[in-house]
């Protein structure tokens, strides 16, 4: 139990995890402000795709069998 408690924080303390977490907290002070640009949301939006992109295919991996 604690062995996958620590993986799960250190996968959290990813340099993916930690952008990804950055740019969640930006957005929602600038939506607070309602200055949310155009360029802002489309980088939101690719970062955001792209990190439940990547866990997604990392469940899909795991569930075929080949994350093993």
Same mark, same amino acid.
């Given at each position: 139990?604690? !062995?996958? %408690? #620590?993986?799960?924080? =250190?996968?959290?303390?990813?340099? +993916?995890?930690?952008? /990804?977490?950055?740019? /969640? &907290?930006?957005?929602?002070?600038?939506?607070?402000? #309602?200055?949310?640009? @155009?360029?802002?949301? /489309?980088?939101?939006?690719?970062? %955001?795709?792209?990190?439940? =992109?990547? *866990?997604? *295919? +990392? &469940? @899909? !991996?795991?569930?075929? #069998? #080949? =994350? *093993?």
């Amino acid at each position: 139990m604690r !062995e996958m %408690i #620590g993986r799960r924080l =250190g996968n959290l303390l990813s340099v +993916k995890s930690l952008v /990804t977490l950055a740019l /969640t &907290v930006v957005f929602a002070v600038m939506a607070l402000r #309602g200055a949310i640009s @155009q360029d802002f949301m /489309t980088v939101y939006a690719v970062v %955001i795709a792209f990190y439940f =992109g990547t *866990q997604s *295919q +990392k &469940v @899909q !991996e795991v569930l075929d #069998g #080949g =994350g *093993q």
